[in-house]
């Protein structure tokens, strides 16, 4: 079995002195392995297809020269998008103020969706707020998670006019 996050460790210092962060790596097996790399820009820009062929390449020459996976894979990079998924706890802080989606592993009070306004990290949950009641759901139960994608989420992400910047 493939360690993604060995390959996530040999790969961030690099990806990061370039101005770049990981998102995920995943690796997946079988007839056709593939090795996913998700990331973004540091300075939280939207990517373009040069940078995650500039990712590409690193990643490639980084795990040429390693070598930690045996068999024939195909690397595969993207970016996360607008309505991104959330990994890391970090991502439920940064994001906070907007819509998501969540699943859990387990039900909460019978309840295994949950679709609401991010409050951030209170502890070892995520608090969101649903309209009528706030919650709170463990980190380590949540199947998945992503944006919602919204009016408000895509101004924020809409690149600043040079004269708002400054």
């Given at each position: ?44 820009a939207a990517m373009s297809v ?109 690149p600043k006019a040079r004269s708002?910047?400054?």
């Amino acid at each position: 079995m493939i360690d993604a996050k060995g390959i996530e460790a040999l790969i961030v210092p690099s990806l990061e002195a370039m101005g770049y962060r990981i998102v995920r790596a995943v690796f997946t097996g079988g007839r056709r392995a593939t090795l996913q790399v998700m990331a973004e820009r540091a300075d939280d820009a939207a990517m373009s297809v040069d940078d995650c062929s500039l990712v590409s390449q690193t990643v490639s020459a980084l795990l040429d020269v390693a070598d930690p996976i045996a068999e024939s894979y195909q690397l595969e990079v993207s970016s996360p998008g607008i309505d991104r998924p959330l990994f890391r706890p970090e991502d439920y802080e940064r994001f906070a103020g907007f819509e998501a989606k969540l699943e859990l592993h387990q039900p909460l009070d019978g309840r295994r969706r949950f679709r609401g306004r991010l409050l951030g990290l209170d502890g070892d949950a995520v608090k969101v707020n649903l309209g009528a009641e706030i919650v709170r759901l463990p980190f380590a139960g949540i199947a998945r998670a992503k944006l919602v994608l919204t009016d408000e989420l895509i101004a924020a992400t809409r690149p600043k006019a040079r004269s708002e910047a400054i």
